[in-house]
C-alpha cells in the first residue's frame, strides 16, 4: 500500500520541480509593467513640487515632508504588510493598491494648500505600500532559477517609471501646472487592469510554486549553484544545535542591508529632490534646463539595475553589493565640485555604478530569508526606504538653514555607508 501511494505520488512532485526552475516571463514582464506605471506615479510627487512651490508657498522644508509623507507611507507599512501577505497571500492586492494610486493622483491635481496635498500624497504611498510586498513575492514564485535575472527586470520596470521624473516636470508640470495630474488617473486605470490579470496568475500558482523551508545556509548554496542539500550546508546550520547561529547570520545580514539602502536612498533622494535646485544656483540656469542632467541619471540607473542581477548570478550578490557602493563613493564626493561640462558624465557614472547593487540587495534578502518573502522585500524596499525618506525632511531642513551647497557636500559622503557590506555574509560559502 505504501509503494502504490509513493509510485501514485511521483509525478506530482516532478511536474512541481519542473514548474520551479522555469522562468515565467510574461509574469514577470506584466509585474514590472505594473511597477514602471506604479513608480511613475509615486514619480508625479517629486515631479510636481517644482510646479506647485510658488503656488502653495512650500519652503525646502515643507518640501522634504511632502517627499516624506510619500516614502515614509510606502515604505514602513511594506515590512507589516510582508509580513501579512507571508502568512496569508492576497493576490488581488495588486490592483487594490493601484486604486488607491487612482484616488490619490485625483486628489494631487485638486489639492488647494500644503495640508491636503500631503493626504493625497499619502494615499499614493499607500497604494505603493499594498503594492510592493505582493509584486516582490509574484517575482520570486515567476522567476524559477534565473532569480537575479527576474528581479532585474522587475526592479527595471519601477526604476524606469522613476526615471519619467525630470521629464514630467520639464514637460508636464513646469508647462501645465498642477491639473497635469489628471493625466494619471490614466495611469493608475491601466496599472488596475494588468494587475487583475496577474493577480489571477497568482492566485491559480501560489499553492503550488511556494518554496519549502529551508535554512539560510540552503540559500546560500542555492546563490552559489549549489544543490540545497550539499555537504556543510543543510546538514551543518540545518541542525538544532547551530540554529542560534543561523539567525545571527540571518540578523547581521538584513541589519547590514538596511543601512547600505538607506544610504543609498538618502543620497538618491538628494539627487533626485534637490539637485535641480543646486544645478539651477550653482550654474545660473532655469529648472527646466536642470532637468537633463536628473533624467541622465535616471536613464543609466534603468541600464544599471538590469545589469547588476546577471552580474551578481555570476559573481555572487555580496560582490555586487560591495562594488556598487565603493565604485559610487569618489564620484558622488566629487560631484559638488565639478564644473558644468562635467556634471552630466559624472551623474551617468553614479547612476549606473550605484544602480548596479539596486536589485541585488533584494534578491540578497530574500536569499537569507527563503520562507519570508514578502517580509524580506518589506524591510529592504520599505522599511530602509523609509530611513531614507526621514533623511529627505532633515537634507530639506538643512537646506533651508544653511543653503544648498554645504548641504550637498555633506550627503557627498553617504555612499561610504555602504562600504561596511564587506561584513556581508558571504552567501556562496557554507
Do not use: C
Amino acid at each position: 500500500m505504501t509503494t502504490s501511494e509513493g509510485s501514485a505520488a511521483k509525478p506530482a512532485p516532478n511536474a512541481h520541480a519542473q514548474a520551479a526552475v522555469r522562468t515565467v516571463f510574461p509574469v514577470v514582464l506584466g509585474v514590472s509593467a505594473i511597477h514602471m506605471l506604479n513608480d511613475s506615479m509615486q514619480a508625479v510627487v517629486p515631479a510636481i513640487l517644482p510646479a506647485l512651490q510658488q503656488p502653495l508657498d512650500l519652503s525646502y522644508t515643507q518640501i522634504g515632508f511632502v517627499i516624506f509623507a510619500l516614502n515614509i507611507t510606502s515604505s514602513l507599512l511594506q515590512p507589516v504588510i510582508g509580513m501579512y501577505s507571508d502568512r496569508k497571500p492576497s493576490p488581488f492586492m495588486l490592483p487594490l493598491g493601484m486604486l488607491m494610486s487612482l484616488v490619490g493622483m485625483a486628489g494631487i491635481a485638486l489639492a488647494p494648500n500644503y495640508f491636503a496635498l500631503l493626504a493625497a500624497v499619502v494615499l499614493v504611498g499607500l497604494g505603493s505600500a499594498v503594492f510592493h510586498p505582493e509584486g516582490s513575492k509574484v517575482v520570486f514564485l515567476a522567476a524559477g532559477e534565473r532569480r537575479g535575472l527576474a528581479q532585474s527586470i522587475y526592479q527595471v520596470g519601477g526604476n524606469g517609471g522613476s526615471s519619467l521624473q525630470p521629464l514630467m516636470t520639464r514637460y508636464l508640470f513646469l508647462p501645465f501646472g498642477q491639473l497635469a495630474a489628471f493625466w494619471f488617473m490614466g495611469v493608475a486605470a491601466l496599472a488596475v487592469a494588468v494587475s487583475w490579470f496577474v493577480s489571477r496568475w497568482y492566485k491559480g500558482n501560489m499553492h503550488l510554486r511556494r518554496p519549502k523551508p529551508r535554512p539560510a545556509s540552503a540559500a546560500a548554496g542555492a546563490e552559489a549553484g549549489a544543490p540545497a542539500g550539499a555537504a556543510g550546508t543543510d546538514r551543518t546550520l540545518g541542525s538544532e544545535t547551530r540554529r542560534g547561529g543561523v539567525a545571527a547570520y540571518v540578523w547581521l545580514g538584513m541589519s547590514l542591508l538596511v543601512l547600505l539602502t538607506f544610504a543609498r536612498s538618502t543620497y538618491h533622494t538628494a539627487i533626485l529632490t534637490y539637485y535641480q535646485y543646486f544645478y539651477a544656483e550653482q550654474f545660473g540656469s532655469t529648472l527646466a534646463e536642470a532637468q537633463l542632467p536628473l533624467f541622465v541619471f535616471g536613464l543609466v540607473g534603468v541600464a544599471g539595475t538590469f545589469f547588476g542581477g546577471p552580474i551578481a548570478d555570476k559573481f555572487g550578490s555580496k560582490t555586487v553589493i560591495f562594488g556598487s557602493m565603493a565604485g559610487t563613493a569618489p564620484f558622488a564626493m566629487a560631484l559638488p565640485f565639478l564644473p558644468e561640462a562635467w556634471v552630466v558624465p559624472v551623474l551617468m557614472v553614479i547612476g549606473f555604478i550605484s544602480m548596479l547593487g539596486f536589485s541585488v540587495v533584494v534578491v540578497y534578502a530574500q536569499l537569507l530569508m527563503p520562507n519570508h518573502i514578502g517580509t524580506a522585500s518589506g524591510l529592504i524596499v520599505g522599511l530602509a526606504f523609509g530611513m531614507g525618506a526621514l533623511g529627505a525632511v532633515v537634507l530639506g531642513s538643512f537646506i533651508d538653514h544653511f543653503g544648498l551647497k554645504p548641504v550637498f557636500i555633506a550627503a557627498s559622503v553617504l555612499p561610504l555607508l555602504g562600504l561596511v557590506t564587506f561584513k556581508l555574509p558571504d552567501l556562496r560559502k557554507p
